[in-house]
């Protein structure tokens, strides 16, 4: 998705808000892209020729097909919305290859990979339900527990062991409310459990599947309960999209409210333990998280100067790629991405950046009003955009206004609501600042 400007409050009465013009998608819905930056579009085409057939290739440990990767990869194609072609070429190799990443569904069932890969699949509108001949949904509804205490858990069936965590847990919570299954209800109701009282997700499940408490709080005692800013981002991003219970909303706030806190001044965030530095798989997730705040603002300007250029020293020929810190980034403008472990950090570096650099993003627009009678002008204004930036304005799909901003940033635009009544969307674009789309209400 691109970086939409978020709304503000209108000019006049009523007042419109970001959360009334601006809505998170229902929990049915897919992610919408709107008009990408061009930060996101270099990415996008960074990451398309990463693939191999579809997939991403690590040459790295004798060679084989990553596929966590390549539905990440997959999913920050998804998000700028630039690349549907590839996003195609990915469904359908990480369809024909599903047993190897969700496992074969007697022996081996990977929850998380399936919870992800079904979301994956619904975003690039195929049916989870059968996908590369397999029902994800059927099969992750089967990896979650119905027993006490760890009713809505959900479990791996594996020689391996039993490796599901929180993350997988997101997944599969999104997987199966945007799905409409009966098991969506108490994976949820298990996975809000897993955020501690101070509004963070943990990383970890709890290891004893018999303890009665199986909260996040619960497990600080044993030091299993570590914030972590990459679960609490897709965290949100799971709970925007999900259909809203009190429990749910609560959540949501709070998560919000704890990552908010959690950036650095330089606009950045750290993992958590292990990874506490700043670093851009947690940002690019922490920002996609707090779309349309200032903080995703910031989050973005700290990914793009991170971004490879195409005069960028021995990184030339890796436009658009994005390091996963400043050490990777000093060393790549020297040596170029020097080996195998190194282009992996940059692959998944760049995919989660991507999410991020797909926000929507401030400047503020306003209109004078949200419901309008037919004929009657419709006033936008911003006073948020770069100076002289070129602005088009669409309504209902049709360019009825094209500009420039002053040399203070303020646009404004003045047209009519035409003649039929009705929703209808207002689409606002700056060419450097991004865009956003809202509906305006036509009245008789």
């Known amino acids: 998705m691109k970086r939409p400007i978020r709304l503000a409050a209108a000019i006049l009465a009523p007042v419109l808000t970001a959360g009334v013009l601006a809505a998170a998608p229902s929990a049915q819905a897919a992610p919408m892209p709107s008009v990408p930056s061009p930060a996101a579009k270099a990415a996008s085409q960074w990451l398309v020729g990463q693939l191999t057939n579809g997939l991403i290739h690590n040459n790295g440990y004798g060679g084989f097909d ?3 990767l390549t539905v990440d990869t997959g999913l920050a194609l998804i998000a700028t919305g630039t690349q549907p072609a590839a996003v195609t070429t990915v469904a359908n190799a990480l369809a024909a290859n599903i047993d190897s990443y969700v496992g074969d569904g007697t022996t081996s069932i990977y929850a998380g990979s399936t919870g992800k890969a079904a979301v994956f699949a619904k975003d690039a509108g195929r049916d989870p339900a059968s996908f590369g001949g397999r029902n994800l949904i059927a099969q992750l509804e089967g990896t979650v527990a119905t027993t006490a205490p760890i009713a809505g858990r959900i479990q791996d069936t594996s020689s391996y062991g039993d490796y599901a965590n929180v993350l997988g847990q997101a997944w599969a919570v999104e997987a199966l409310d945007r799905s409409g299954s009966a098991k969506a209800a108490s994976a949820t109701d298990f996975f809000l459990k897993q955020q501690c009282s101070e509004g963070y997700f943990r990383t970890y499940l709890t290891t004893d599947k018999t303890a009665v408490d199986q909260t996040c709080d619960g497990g600080k005692a044993a030091s299993a309960s570590d914030p972590s800013t990459d679960t609490t981002a897709l965290a949100v991003i799971t709970l925007s999209q999900h259909s809203k219970t009190p429990a749910v909303s609560a959540a949501l706030a709070k998560a919000k409210g704890w990552l908010a806190a959690a950036q650095a001044a330089d606009g950045s965030w750290g993992g958590g333990a292990g990874t506490s530095t700043a670093n851009s798989n947690s940002t690019g997730l922490a ?21 490879a250029t195409a005069n960028d020293g021995a990184l030339a020929g890796e436009a658009g790629a994005i390091a996963y810190d400043d050490t990777a980034l000093a060393a790549a403008r020297t040596a170029g991405i020097a080996d195998d472990t190194a282009r992996d950090q940059w692959r998944r570096a760049t995919a989660q950046a991507t999410l991020g650099l797909s ?18 002008p419709i006033v936008l204004r911003s006073n948020s955009f770069k100076p002289r930036e070129r602005v088009v304005v669409r309504y209902k799909g049709k360019v009825v206004k094209r500009g420039k901003a002053t040399k203070r940033g303020v646009f404004k635009a003045r047209f009519r609501s035409g003649k039929k009544v009705g929703t209808f969307k207002v689409n606002v674009t700056g060419r450097q600042t991004g865009s956003t789309t809202f509906t305006v209400r036509v009245k008789r």
């Open 66 to 68: 990553d596929y966590g």
């Open 287 to 307: 920002t996609r998280a707090l779309t349309g705040t200032a903080s995703a603002k910031r989050g973005v300007a700290w990914l793009t100067a991170r971004q």
């Open 359 to 376: 926000a929507q993003t401030p400047p503020l627009v306003s209109a004078r009003s949200a419901v309008v009678k037919r004929k009657k």
